[in-house]
């Protein structure tokens, strides 16, 4: 018992209402009050959102040996943290009641850091826009009904450019062009520079005519350098509507 008590993770026992029956104190941290006698006070729907621990309920219940389920759990204090909860199932042998028994992990930080990592790992150093590994989470995302739209646009003359002038200052233009495109866009457009001086937007959710209609709303006189675009988007399943005319 009292190398329970000095684990990290959180051990916990509750019933089928809801009912936190034990507990040691790294649990209590996780859930942000300060004793038993307080959480007795509280159901687990308190922390955790009721579907969510009705799922793993029957989860548990339907396989009948551990399960991990990542979860979101809502501290008393309303700041909601990341974990991990390892369970089973088990009867009380004086009542034959069900019960659960696990562990739980407060795996916060770690979720942060692979998103950070995550993030990075698709993000342009330069512009900070999304780079070409991006594509490779997008189109999973693609069903065979869905309306999708791109915007292919090429700086004008960047090559001669960045010769004439140098990197540092071609650097600059690319990261310009971006801020400029991404000010344009709403936060789920994607902006992905393709590359050199080629960046890609994506429109999810848009058909052919949405999509010309944004690609014809770009304002080139705000632009910090002159552009060429193209663009493409699906008029309906298994058509695509196209228009490479160059726009200066």
Not at 82 to 107: F, R
Not at 127 to 156: A, H, K
Request: glycine share 6%; hydrophobic share 35%.
């Amino acid at each position: 018992m009292t190398l329970v008590q000095r684990l990290k993770e959180g051990i916990y026992i509750s019933n089928r209402e809801g009912e936190i029956l034990d507990a040691n104190p790294a649990f209590l941290e996780i859930l942000g009050v300060r004793s038993l006698e307080e959480l007795r006070r509280y159901r687990a729907t308190d922390f955790l959102d009721p579907e969510v621990r009705k799922w793993e309920l029957n989860v548990l219940e339907r396989d009948g040996f551990i399960r991990e389920f990542e979860l979101q759990i809502k501290r008393k204090d309303g700041k909601t943290r990341t974990a991990l909860d390892s369970a089973y199932v088990v009867a009380n042998p004086k009542t034959d009641e069900v019960l659960y028994k696990g562990i739980l992990v407060d795996i916060t930080e770690r979720k942060r850091l692979e998103n950070q990592l995550r993030e990075q790992s698709i993000r342009d150093p330069l512009t900070g826009c999304f780079n070409r590994r991006y594509l490779q989470l997008f189109e999973p995302t693609l069903e065979p009904t869905s309306r999708w739209g791109c915007i292919m646009i090429d700086v004008d003359r960047f090559k001669q450019y960045n010769d004439h002038h140098g990197h540092r200052a071609g650097d600059e233009v690319l990261v310009r062009m971006s801020r400029f495109l991404m000010r344009q866009m709403r936060a789920e457009e994607a902006v992905v520079r393709m590359g050199g001086d080629e960046f890609l937007v994506l429109l999810n959710n848009s058909d052919a005519q949405r999509t010309e209609s944004i690609a014809k709303r770009l304002p080139a006189s705000e632009a910090p350098v002159p552009f060429t675009l193209g663009w493409a988007g699906a008029r309906s399943a298994g058509k695509i509507g196209e228009d490479h005319q160059p726009r200066r």
